[in-house]
């Protein structure tokens, strides 16, 4: 997920938790607000009617109960310890007309006169039903939160995807590098101090992976033309004392010294190759036909591997491809691929190979499990069963394929290792 949407997803459900919070209070705010105001009406409503009746106590349908919710009562209190009593309820008083309750503010106040008789007075005032305000409050609070959440959530989005273009150019840039090209200049100006320094860095570090790249490509380069000569020549020591006199012990250790020097000579020309190729020096460019490479190493690997017995499938064949290319490197990609296809495969086996406009595909049967996609590629990556391989084929085919910008891709389908490479670019 991106840096925007996280922030975005984060701040809408901090919303979600703020706006019940906020409803809950501002619904308990204006229910103390109505009371209030409520209250102080109930109370004027009271010394009025408590006036009137130590005027003219003898008025009694005057302070009797009406039988609605704005009505008041005043009982005579028998318990002369009761004094200086008030209080506040809300209560549902039951109306005959409508045969319904109705909710009211109700003040319980007591009072004496002048003969020091105690009374208790109950006024009435119809108020707010409080299910109606939760009700007319929810849909409130739900049309503000939608609107709200809206407006924020667009304005924190445009806030943030303009803010956040110099880190977009940025990220970008790191994945249009490729280790062993030319640094593109970064032009992503701005404002922000973070976003300023991670630029400088990105740079810096760029720079820097483009020294040590280059300073490894020269030291394999050098290692291995050094290393080349004198194993030439111990090469060449080995095969003449191997004909001079020695006894049968002597041939065997010089046989096993001659097979290990052949292998470090192999494996260094393999290194000077990919040194060579990440170093551009194969420039020659010319039309490489496809079918002819393929065709060959079909033919040069079916006669080393005949052992097997692999079954052999080209597909696509009847057509010429070709491609502009250099024809060393063009030779060495297919080889090893083939050769890679016909090393790792079983007895009995099968190979598939189809060849079309843009793509070469290698199907092969060899072991029941896929491979590791992000080390397949990988140099000094071979199989246990197989100690004469250097490990580096498939380094060198990846090598190539970046060279030229082509795709090279694996996969395993149906128990058959594939690996598919496209020439456009």
Same mark, same amino acid.
Request: charge should be negative; hydrophobic fraction near 40%.
């Given at each position: 997920?991106?840096?925007?949407?996280?922030?975005?997803?984060?701040?809408?459900?901090?919303?979600?938790?703020?706006?019940?919070?906020?409803?809950?209070?501002?619904?308990?705010?204006?229910?103390?607000?109505?009371?209030?105001?409520?209250?102080?009406?109930?109370?004027?409503?009271?010394?009025?009617?408590?006036?009137?009746?130590?005027?003219?106590?003898?008025?009694?349908?005057?302070?009797?109960?009406?039988?609605?919710?704005?009505?008041?009562?005043?009982?005579?209190?028998?318990?002369?310890?009761?004094?200086?009593?008030?209080?506040?309820?809300?209560?549902?008083?039951?109306?005959?007309?409508?045969?319904?309750?109705?909710?009211?503010?109700?003040?319980?106040?007591?009072?004496?006169?002048?003969?020091?008789?105690?009374?208790?007075?109950?006024?009435?005032?119809?108020?707010?039903?409080?299910?109606?305000?939760?009700?007319?409050?929810?849909?409130?609070?739900?049309?503000?939160?939608?609107?709200?959440?809206?407006?924020?959530?667009?304005?924190?989005?445009?806030?943030?995807?303009?803010?956040?273009?110099?880190?977009?150019?940025?990220?970008?840039?790191?994945?249009?590098?490729?280790?062993?090209?030319?640094?593109?200049?970064?032009?992503?100006?701005?404002?922000?101090?973070?976003?300023?320094k991670l630029n400088e860095a990105a740079i810096m570090f760029a720079k820097r992976n483009e020294d040590v790249f280059l300073q490894q490509k020269q030291f394999?380069?050098?290692?291995?033309?050094?290393?080349?000569?004198?194993?030439?020549?111990?090469?060449?020591?080995?095969?003449?004392?191997?004909?001079s006199d020695l006894n049968e012990n002597q041939l065997n250790e010089v046989i096993k010294t001659k097979k290990s020097l052949d292998y470090l000579s192999k494996?260094?020309?393999?290194?000077?190759?990919?040194?060579?190729?990440?170093?551009?020096?194969?420039?020659?460019?010319?039309?490489?036909?496809?079918?002819?490479?393929?065709?060959?190493?079909?033919?040069?690997?079916?006669?080393?591997?005949?052992?097997?017995?692999?079954?052999?499938?080209?597909?696509?064949?009847?057509?010429?491809?070709?491609?502009?290319?250099?024809?060393?490197?063009?030779?060495?990609?297919?080889?090893?691929?083939?050769?890679?296809?016909?090393?790792?495969?079983?007895?009995?086996?099968?190979?598939?190979?189809?060849?079309?406009?843009?793509?070469?595909?290698?199907?092969?049967?060899? $072991?029941?499990?896929?491979?590791? $996609?992000?080390?397949?590629?990988?140099?000094?990556?071979?199989?246990?069963?197989?100690?004469?391989?250097?490990?580096?084929?498939?380094?060198?085919? $990846?090598?190539?394929?970046?060279?030229?910008?082509?795709?090279?891709?694996?996969?395993?389908?149906?128990?058959?290792?594939?690996?598919?490479?496209?020439?456009?670019?």
């Amino acid at each position: 997920m991106k840096l925007i949407w996280r922030i975005i997803t984060r701040v809408a459900v901090l919303m979600l938790i703020v706006f019940p919070l906020w409803g809950f209070f501002f619904y308990k705010m204006m229910i103390n607000e109505v009371n209030d105001e409520t209250d102080d009406n109930l109370d004027l409503f009271a010394e009025e009617i408590i006036k009137n009746f130590l005027v003219d106590k003898n008025n009694t349908k005057e302070f009797s109960w009406n039988g609605t919710n704005n009505s008041y009562i005043i009982e005579e209190l028998n318990n002369s310890d009761i004094d200086h009593f008030r209080e506040y309820s809300n209560q549902d008083i039951f109306i005959p007309q409508k045969k319904e309750d109705e909710p009211a503010r109700v003040l319980k106040l007591s009072f004496s006169d002048n003969e020091g008789k105690k009374y208790l007075i109950t006024v009435m005032t119809p108020t707010v039903e409080s299910k109606d305000l939760i009700e007319a409050i929810l849909h409130s609070v739900i049309i503000l939160f939608v609107s709200l959440l809206s407006v924020i959530l667009i304005i924190v989005g445009l806030v943030l995807f303009r803010n956040m273009r110099p880190l977009d150019k940025l990220i970008h840039w790191i994945d249009n590098y490729k280790l062993g090209e030319n640094v593109a200049d970064l032009n992503n100006p701005t404002e922000i101090s973070e976003f300023r320094k991670l630029n400088e860095a990105a740079i810096m570090f760029a720079k820097r992976n483009e020294d040590v790249f280059l300073q490894q490509k020269q030291f394999i380069g050098n290692a291995s033309h050094e290393i080349q000569t004198p194993i030439a020549v111990c090469l060449n020591r080995l095969e003449l004392l191997a004909n001079s006199d020695l006894n049968e012990n002597q041939l065997n250790e010089v046989i096993k010294t001659k097979k290990s020097l052949d292998y470090l000579s192999k494996l260094n020309k393999s290194l000077l190759f990919i040194t060579k190729i990440d170093n551009g020096q194969f420039v020659n460019n010319s039309k490489v036909f496809i079918n002819e490479i393929i065709e060959k190493c079909i033919e040069d690997y079916s006669e080393i591997y005949s052992f097997k017995n692999i079954n052999i499938t080209l597909r696509g064949m009847d057509k010429e491809y070709f491609i502009k290319a250099d024809s060393t490197l063009i030779v060495s990609l297919i080889s090893n691929l083939v050769r890679n296809a016909f090393i790792h495969n079983i007895e009995n086996g099968e190979i598939i190979i189809e060849l079309n406009n843009n793509s070469l595909i290698v199907k092969n049967s060899g $072991k029941k499990e896929a491979l590791d $996609k992000n080390k397949i590629f990988e140099p000094f990556l071979h199989s246990s069963d197989n100690k004469n391989s250097t490990g580096l084929g498939l380094a060198i085919v $990846k090598s190539i394929c970046r060279y030229y910008k082509y795709d090279i891709e694996y996969s395993f389908v149906e128990e058959k290792h594939i690996f598919s490479l496209n020439f456009s670019h």
